[in-house]
């Protein structure tokens, strides 16, 4: 079983930048698709991004050219880059891990401040 702990987020301004961390621990981490997910109030869970094992990425239409997610299969690590924040990107950030044959594992989440 895999565990998820997120870390990185915080207040920043509009326009601003923050880097979003995410480290598991088992043996599964490598073949799993990991993904980051977002709920702001009083809304529901959104998709972020995704990658793949192999390093296949999709982001939702909304942080297309502003997001960058990334995989560290050595260090069992995934990273959020979030550029050009906008007040609406404001929300808790969570990590998941998921596989066919395996329940989606979820870290506790990370908030995300967009305020002037």
């Known amino acids: 079983q895999v565990q998820l702990v997120e870390s990185g987020g915080g207040l920043v301004q509009p326009g601003g930048s923050l880097r979003l961390s995410c480290a598991a621990s088992?043996?599964?981490?490598?073949?799993?698709?990991m993904g980051w997910y977002r709920q702001a109030p009083g809304k529901q869970r959104e998709l972020v991004a995704t990658?793949?094992?192999?390093?296949?990425?999709n982001y939702a239409d909304f942080v297309k050219g502003r997001f960058t997610i990334s995989r560290n299969n050595g260090k069992n690590t995934i990273a959020l880059q979030l550029n050009s924040l906008r007040p609406e990107d404001t929300a808790v950030y969570y990590c998941?891990?998921?596989?066919?044959?395996?329940?989606?594992?979820w870290g506790q989440g990370t908030q995300v401040t967009v305020s002037s």
């Open positions: 990658i793949t094992p192999r390093y296949t990425t």
């Open positions: 088992g043996s599964a981490f490598s073949t799993l698709t």
């Open positions: 998941s891990g998921t596989r066919s044959d395996l329940d989606p594992t």
